[in-house]
């Protein structure tokens, strides 16, 4: 089911268990109610943008594979 949904040329957004995930071709991310998550992203589809090649934004690479850690935005925690 899994390899099925990654091989979407288009995004699917959903909500479970209070979750938000994102599949998408070529990576995914999720988030939890807090608004903390994990970005994964394929770099051999989507090269680094300016702040990765930088060194502005902190990532683990795996391969072709860069996990990324995801904040809440300070103007949703009012």
Same mark, same amino acid.
């Given at each position: 089911m899994l390899n099925l949904l /990654?091989? +979407?040329?288009?995004?699917m957004l959903f909500k479970i =268990?209070? =979750?938000?995930?994102?599949?998408?071709? %070529?990576g995914f991310w999720f988030r939890d109610s807090?608004?903390?998550? /994990?970005?994964?992203v394929d770099r051999a589809k989507y090269?680094? /943008? =300016?702040s990765q090649?930088? %060194? +502005?934004?902190? =990532?683990v690479s795996y391969k072709s594979w860069d996990?990324?850690?995801l904040d809440p935005d300070a103007s949703t925690l009012k």
């Open positions: /990654l091989k +979407l040329e288009v995004y =268990f209070g =979750f938000s995930v994102c599949i998408y071709d %070529g807090s608004g903390y998550g /994990l970005s994964i090269p680094p /943008l =300016f090649r930088n %060194g +502005l934004t902190k =990532f996990m990324t850690q």
